[in-house]
């Protein structure tokens, strides 16, 4: 567990960074989506990171990676499986980004820095919190990037009060058209950026000016 301040924005930082490198943030367009790809990244990620912990006594250091990166592609080769078995119409819109979330390299780095080191309570604990704040961030970057780009969530009650609100105060026509740019894979990470720097700029305060994300 983390006890001090610096322990918990460390512990912070490295998750985000997991989070901006995350290949979903891509295609989380709306917050079905990103709701979605939130649930995808920490299953995998709970699922990967148990295994390896549970494992780690019988992985010899000069083979730790080849089999990380086996481990992993099978958790997320089964998860993918499922989804394009059950949630088929999902699968098509999250295309091959799930698959690519095997070679993320600081899902890697994780694996490396905290379940091959520790227990599996202790990985269990770190993956949750780091699945969670991974989630959170998807799921807000895509219901942002709907807004900015629909005027309104997809979702007909969500859509219906955020519509009436935005009427009201005369800030949404019934015709809203966002800007292109918020819905392209370049608009994605545009946006996670300003959320970044929104953070930091939270942080700041208590930090004495250090810089919470390092890319």
């Not at 943030?25 to 920490?42: P, Q």
């Not at 059950?86 to 699968?91: D, I, N, P």
């Not at 095997?102 to 269990?124: F, I, K, Q, S, Y």
Request: with cysteine.
């Amino acid at each position: 567990m983390i006890h001090t301040n610096t322990g918990r924005t460390e512990y912070l930082s490295s998750a985000l960074q997991f989070s901006g490198l995350c290949p979903l943030i891509l295609v989380s367009s709306s917050m079905v989506t990103g709701l979605v790809a939130g649930m995808v990244v920490m299953t995998a990620l709970l699922a990967s990171m148990l295994t390896v912990s549970v494992l780690r006594r019988t992985i010899p250091g000069s083979l730790g990676l080849p089999i990380l990166l086996v481990v992993t592609s099978t958790v997320i080769t089964i998860l993918w499986w499922y989804i394009q078995g059950y949630y088929y119409a999902l699968a098509a819109v999250f295309g091959v980004y799930i698959p690519l979330l095997a070679l993320d390299t600081a899902w890697l780095a994780r694996l490396d820095a905290v379940a091959l080191r520790n227990g599996p309570v202790t990985t269990l604990l770190d993956a949750g919190g780091a699945g969670l704040l991974a989630m959170l961030f998807l799921l807000l970057t895509g219901t942002l990037r709907e807004l900015i780009a629909d005027g309104g969530i997809g979702l007909e009650s969500w859509k219906t009060l955020s519509d009436t609100f935005l009427l009201a105060t005369g800030k949404l026509s019934l015709h809203w058209q966002g800007p292109d740019l918020i819905s392209t894979p370049a608009g994605a990470f545009l946006l996670f950026g300003t959320l970044i720097a929104v953070f930091n700029y939270c942080l700041s305060g208590t930090r004495s000016g250090r810089v919470f994300f390092r890319g």
